[in-house]
């Protein structure tokens, strides 16, 4: 498309204006950053140096000081009741929780704390029931045998023995009356035999007859006296016999019941125990147990967890006995003491309570998975009239008032370098530095006590360890007994001793390890050891008694193996061993003593 000349295209010529306008500001920034620069480093560069890196003063100031130990604790009650777990464990895997309640609730005597899981109880409980009623049946068959036994004997004896008897008798009056008869018959046979009117064979007949009936009293008679003399004898013994198995049965069938009743009634017992009440008012606190490595805990009161037999489930403090246990550092502990007086802070309480050192623990607590070796111990801290709002588990910071002086001169630890365990000060001694020894008494946290070295309103460097250029140090050795140690090395190690195997204390003699010896294998007490005493000792230790004997008799006595324990002795000691070596390890090679570990009557090595 074609344009005319008013339609003819406008072209403006480049310009410079922009690039000077940022030229000009980057000019400005830099002389603003420039100037600023210099300004801060005029008003901060020292005036004076050497005023400024001069030590800091202090002075030695004289007042009251409290040598005290600060520390952290954790409330608790010193009276506890426990609350234990009564249901006996059975398989091992303990007493499952149903329910349990809330900690920190306010309970009453009698009120429900536990209710465990009873169902395996209740079933053991109708089992032994059912083995009580048949021991119940089983009692009462025993008594009515019993019975039937006692009457058995009474029946013999009043009735059936009786009988027999009066059976007897009868039959010994008939026999009587036949053998009368009997006799009459004869002498009436022989009258008339005399007169011939009856033939011999008559004769013979009637004494036959007369015999006869003298056999039949006899029978009857022996049946009397053997009823009466062992008949009865043996029905009466029969049946108290009877009688006694019928009570020794009862007597075990009743043995059972009383078996099967304590049964039952522990069972009862253990199901009532299962519902476990609050023996006295009081703050439920659970006995939970935490692992001394750190993590979860170990044991948890809460529903489904398991309780063992004789566990605390559930501790109820005595609000008006409270304590803390404060752990207390090991290099601090030698200073607590009990009856000294504490300061407790505790978040709960509104003012500082008043406290004292009821006990401290001569043995370290048990050290967690993650703490340092420094062992700390427990200080248990009684709380004079403590206030309700104040609860078991609460930490509490224990400040203990170990040493209270009312004059004492003063200085911060920070005044005070220790070199090689003396202890310096920087002092100011006119326009010169003095490195002066202190000897310090009582510390706390932030303060000293100076006991020489240093007076009052003394000025002393805050900062000694920043100038030590001005500290002029003693030569100071490392080891000060230096020669008492090395004659200490010289000396022998004490050889061992009764009841002591690493040695020290008063060594045996050889004549007490010879008494040893002879108290432990001469098995006869005759004063010497035979050849058959000899052989019993063990073989490690038999050839040493035998080279004992001198006298080559085939026994030793005392007086050989005192001597051959100083031979050992002496031995010991010329080859550089401690003296009464070969005696401590047994006269002779025998021993016989404690503290090594061996059975009584074992020769020493």
Request: aromatic share 4%.
């Amino acid at each position: 498309m074609a344009h005319g000349p008013s339609c003819r295209r406008i072209q403006r010529a480049p310009t410079n204006d922009r690039g000077g306008r940022m030229l000009l500001m980057v000019v400005i920034l830099l002389a603003l950053f420039g100037g600023g620069g210099y300004a801060a480093y005029r008003f901060l560069m020292p005036k004076d140096s050497a005023a400024t890196n001069a030590p800091l003063l202090q002075s030695v100031i004289r007042g009251p000081f409290d040598h005290i130990v600060l520390d952290q604790g954790e409330v608790e009650s010193s009276s506890n009741i426990d609350v234990l777990c009564e249901v006996k464990t059975r398989g091992g895997s303990g007493t499952p929780i149903l329910w349990v309640i809330d900690e920190g609730t306010y309970v009453k005597k009698g009120d429900k704390l536990v209710e465990l899981d009873s169902s395996a109880l209740e079933t053991e409980l109708q089992t032994q029931r059912i083995l009580v009623a048949s021991a119940e049946a089983t009692v009462i068959s025993s008594k009515a045998a019993v019975r039937t036994a006692e009457i058995g004997l009474q029946e013999y004896i009043l009735g059936t023995y009786q009988t027999e008897r009066r059976t007897i008798l009868s039959e010994i009056a008939t026999a009587e009356q036949e053998l009368r008869k009997m006799e009459l018959n004869l002498a009436s046979a022989e009258r008339l035999a005399a007169k011939g009117m009856v033939k011999s064979l008559q004769i013979e007949a009637e004494t036959f007859a007369v015999s006869n009936a003298k056999n039949m009293l006899e029978s009857a008679t022996g049946r009397l006296k053997v009823l009466d003399e062992l008949t009865q004898e043996k029905m009466k013994v029969q049946l108290e016999s009877a009688i006694d198995a019928a009570k020794a049965k009862l007597s075990s069938d009743e043995s059972v019941l009383n078996e099967e009743l304590n049964k039952l009634r522990d069972a009862e017992d253990q199901v009532a125990k299962c519902i476990i009440l609050s023996p006295t008012d009081g703050v439920v606190v659970h006995n939970n147990a935490f692992s001394s490595r750190g993590g979860s805990a170990e044991f948890v009161v809460e529903a489904g967890a398991s309780l063992r037999e004789r566990q605390c489930v559930i501790k109820l403090p005595d609000p008006n006995r409270m304590q803390v246990k404060a752990k207390i550092n090991e290099s601090s502990i030698t200073l607590i003491r009990e009856g000294m007086p504490v300061k407790i802070s505790i978040s709960a309480a509104q003012n500082e309570l008043t406290g004292r050192v009821r006990r401290v623990n001569k043995y370290a607590e048990p050290g967690s998975w993650f703490s340092s070796s420094v062992k700390e111990y427990a200080a248990l801290i009684e709380i004079l009239n403590p206030p309700e709002t104040i609860r078991t588990g609460m930490t509490a910071e224990v400040r203990i008032f170990v040493e209270q002086l009312d004059d004492a001169l003063q200085i911060p630890v920070q005044g005070i370098y220790e070199y090689q365990g003396h202890h310096f000060c920087l002092k100011l001694a006119g326009d010169k530095w003095e490195t002066v020894e202190i000897k310090i008494g009582a510390t706390n946290d932030k303060m000293v006590t100076v006991e020489e070295g240093l007076a009052e309103n003394d000025r002393f460097a805050l900062n000694p360890r920043s100038h030590l250029d001005l500290l002029k140090l003693p030569e100071i050795e490392d080891v000060q007994d230096r020669d008492e140690l090395i004659e200490l090395a010289k000396q022998p190690p004490l050889p061992p001793t009764a009841g002591d195997s690493t040695g020290g204390g008063v060594p045996f003699s050889p004549e007490a390890m010879a008494d040893k010896t002879l108290a432990s294998s001469d098995t006869d007490k005759d004063g010497k050891l035979s050849s058959t005493e000899i052989d019993a000792i063990d073989e490690r230790f038999r050839d040493r008694v035998k080279q004992s004997d001198t006298n080559r008799d085939g026994s030793v006595d005392r007086s050989e193996l005192v001597a051959s324990g100083k031979k050992r002795a002496a031995q010991a000691a010329g080859a550089g061993g401690p003296p009464g070596a070969g005696g401590g390890r047994g006269a002779g090679g025998a021993a016989g003593g404690s503290g090594s570990g061996r059975p009584t009557g074992q020769p020493a090595n």
